[in-house]
């Protein structure tokens, strides 16, 4: 089992930043990638990005590729989500996902453990 607590989330202005957090305990984090998924409301869930737990590697969503950076310190069980140039199309609850594959991937379905999600606002 592995357990996700988001946090970083809140009330920015458009063109603001944030950095999500999400700590990990359980099983071994290093041995996950990890994803980040967003929901807004009356949609689906999304995916926004993805990293890999060897390499590092990262794949984005195009909607925030050039503005989000995944990144992870598998020394502190942490993934983060820095966000730039913040839009009210990012507006949605932001949530960390774990899958015992190790490589990244962007399909929700491969995911194995989620986090409750942490809101996210952007006011124009």
């Known amino acids: 089992q592995v357990q996700l607590v988001e946090s970083g989330g809140g009330l920015v202005q458009a063109g603001g930043s944030l950095r999500l957090s999400c700590a990990a305990s359980?099983?071994?984090?290093?041995?996950?990638?990890m994803g980040w998924f967003r929901q807004a409301p009356g949609k689906e869930r999304e995916f926004v990005a993805t990293?890999?737990?060897?390499?590092?590697?990262?794949y984005y969503a195009d909607s925030v590729k050039g503005r989000f950076t995944a990144s992870r310190d598998n020394a502190k069980n942490t993934l983060y989500l820095q966000m730039n140039s913040l839009n009210s199309e990012d507006t949605a609850v932001y949530y960390c996902?774990?899958?015992?594959?190790?490589?990244?991937?962007?399909?929700?379905?491969?995911?194995?453990?989620w986090g409750q999600g942490t809101q996210v606002t952007v006011s124009s």
């Open positions: 996902a774990a899958t015992s594959r190790g490589a990244a991937t962007v399909m929700r379905r491969d995911y194995d453990y």
């Open positions: 359980g099983r071994t984090f290093s041995s996950y990638a």
């Open positions: 990293i890999s737990w060897r390499d590092g590697i990262t």
